[in-house]
């Protein structure tokens, strides 16, 4: 596994790896006029440009066997969606390909993002993720994080809930 930082050449990719794996993800159970709406607004080229471009903000391809497996995304101080503070780091996008699935690349993602704010300074990592999403709040759960709150999130015309889920570095 290889992690790449992703740049504003990379855009195209990770516009395609975003919509691929949220519709893959989360597909089945939305609206597909819901699903259509969110994508066309998170995942347009200016919309990853300007988070790309966002202090505070990073996302990185990861590549297996030089094929691109997944992509995490993380932000610190004033970047994150929800205030934290500044000893917080959020990982707002973990997505790992359907054929790349069951392999531990999560779990890469998830140390790798623990490393990150440990050498940030960061006591605490969060994370969202959909009340309905029991798979992933086990996983979380397993990789030592705990439910701690929730927020809203919208899905087209959908008002969505997310568990915050966090632990300590």
């Known amino acids: 596994m290889q992690l790449q930082r992703v ?3 990379e855009i195209a990719a990770l516009r ?5 794996t949220f519709t893959a993800t989360f597909g089945s159970q939305n609206t597909p006029a819901n699903l259509h709406a969110y994508l066309a607004r998170a995942y347009s080229e200016a919309q990853l440009t300007r988070e ?7 996302f ?4 297996v066997d030089h094929q691109l497996a997944g992509y995490l995304k993380l932000n610190v101080g004033a970047a994150q969606s929800e205030s934290m503070g500044a000893d917080a780091l ?4 973990i997505y790992v390909k359907q054929a790349f699935k069951r392999q531990g ?8 993002a623990l490393q990150v704010a440990q050498q940030g300074g960061q006591r605490t990592v969060w994370l969202g993720v959909w009340e309905h999403n029991d798979a992933a709040q086990a996983f979380y759960a397993h990789m030592g994080f705990e439910a701690v709150s929730d927020h809203v999130f919208q899905l087209g015309d959908d008002v969505q809930r997310d568990i915050i889920m966090s632990r300590s570095v």
């Open 60 to 63: 990185e391809l990861m590549l």
């Open 90 to 93: 959020e990982v707002e996008r």
């Open 105 to 112: 690349l999560g779990t890469a993602l998830i140390t790798h």
């Open 7 to 9: 740049t504003s050449a």
């Open 16 to 20: 395609k790896i975003s919509i691929e």
């Open 52 to 58: 790309l471009n966002q202090p505070g903000t990073t």
